[in-house]
């Protein structure tokens, strides 16, 4: 499975922990990390939320095939 973060950001966060580990990371370039890292955190729960409700209707049986059940009782 290939990975969901582009290259650009993947090299962005390289470069953020690596300022912030040298103390030099800036207030905005917190910020700039904050909301990219959020995003991605929105859109995963979104995709997460959407899989789980596909599962839930295929769980779900067809009415017709539940009266055809009773038919054949």
């Known amino acids: 499975m290939s990975n969901p973060v582009p290259l650009e950001l993947q090299a962005k966060i390289s470069s953020w922990r690596l300022r912030a580990a040298e103390t030099s990371l ?7 990390a904050v909301k990219y890292l959020r995003a991605g955190r ?4 979104n995709a997460s939320a ?8 295929a769980e ?4 017709d ?3 055809s059940e009773l038919g054949e009782l």
């Open 26 to 32: 800036t207030i905005e370039e917190m910020r700039e």
């Open 60 to 63: 779900i049986p067809h009415a």
């Open 42 to 45: 929105v859109a995963a729960a």
């Open 65 to 67: 095939d539940m009266l």
């Open 50 to 57: 959407a899989t789980k409700r596909k599962k839930a209707i």
